[in-house]
């Protein structure tokens, strides 16, 4: 069974409450229709600014009632609210909204989960051969240094466990083990130290066992994990910055077949989904259910 599936069997038995500010988007509408026909969430109207919207900005932002009054009058902020407040499990946004502007909604009235320092976000990318992985982080983190990658690969490595069952993880570079040198290595480097996950790492290396046997990955190099992972069987890619994850998910998609699922945030205390602008009505739908499954 593929994480979808798996993924839409736990949404029908939940029926979460999914609020979604852009209901004047017709692929919305059509999702939203098509997943309460189908029992795979259950959507929430986008409510009116209220008193308790308002104490959710005023008690996580110290904001005044009138400004925070002003901030809610955005549907993003207030669907967020909504979420924070208890009113709706799940956000979804993005498919009219640019991914700036859903973060910074998410950011300001739901907040980071314990624990987390920098929000991220992944793809569920699914390959007409079956294959199924997670690329991270494809739409939010531009330019992350050691320390950020760190808190990337942690919060991929989560939500792996929680869709693919395992989470093998692997930091790409373009440079396998002390092949390459660069700032753009030693970063990579530096977070696959302190997260014992395997890195820095090429992409062959990473996913396939005979390239990685000829690299000496798990040969006491350093690159293999004591549990025997990370010979060639990664299933969640993270990619040193934004440009090398976000083409290579683009590129997945266009010259593979792939379907890319989200992108879907990662690090936040409820779950919030950025749809891309170019989400068709039945990746709204996959991305619904994705979204879910890490509640």
């Known amino acids: 069974m593929s994480a979808l599936e798996r993924a839409m069997i736990r949404a029908r038995t939940d029926r979460a409450r999914v609020v979604f500010p852009e209901m004047h988007d017709p692929r919305i509408a059509e999702a939203v229709a098509r997943m309460q026909a189908e029992g795979i969430c259950t959507p929430v109207p986008l409510a009116d600014t209220n008193d308790a919207l308002?104490?959710?900005?005023?008690?996580?932002?110290?904001?005044?009632?009138?400004?925070?009054?002003r901030m809610l009058s955005r549907p993003l902020y207030r669907a967020a609210a909504m979420v924070a407040a208890g009113a709706a499990d799940a956000m979804l946004?993005?498919?009219?909204?640019?991914?700036?502007?859903?973060?910074?909604?998410?950011?300001?009235?739901?907040?980071?989960a314990d624990g987390v320092a920098l929000p991220s976000s992944f793809f569920l990318m699914r390959f007409p051969d079956g294959r199924e992985l997670i690329f991270a982080d494809c739409a939010l983190n531009v330019a992350p240094d050691a320390a950020a990658l760190t808190e990337i690969a942690r919060a991929s490595e989560t939500t792996g466990k929680a869709l693919l069952g395992q989470a093998r993880v692997a930091l790409l570079s373009f440079s396998t083990g002390a092949s390459g040198v660069g700032d753009s290595v030693d970063k990579v480097?530096?977070?696959?130290?302190?997260?014992?996950?395997?890195?820095?790492?090429?992409?062959?290396?990473?996913?396939?066992?005979?390239?990685a046997a000829l690299k000496g990955l798990g040969q006491g190099d350093g690159l293999g994990r004591?549990?025997?992972?990370?010979?060639?069987?990664?299933?969640?890619?993270v990619f040193p910055d934004l440009d090398a994850g976000n083409i290579a998910y683009k590129l997945a998609q266009e010259l593979a077949g792939a379907q890319a699922i989200g992108p879907v945030l990662q690090g936040f205390r409820k779950p919030v989904c950025d749809l891309s602008r170019g989400a068709t009505v039945a990746d709204i739908i996959a991305a619904t259910a994705v979204t879910l499954a890490l509640a």
């Open 54 to 69: 308002v104490a959710v900005l005023v008690k996580a932002r110290g904001m005044k009632q009138a400004v925070a009054r």
């Open 93 to 112: 946004a993005g498919a009219v909204n640019p991914s700036k502007k859903v973060i910074e909604a998410a950011q300001i009235s739901i907040g980071l």
């Open 189 to 211: 480097r530096a977070a696959a130290a302190a997260t014992g996950f395997v890195g820095p790492v090429q992409g062959d290396a990473a996913l396939n066992p005979a390239v």
């Open 226 to 237: 004591g549990d025997g992972l990370g010979r060639g069987d990664a299933n969640v890619l």
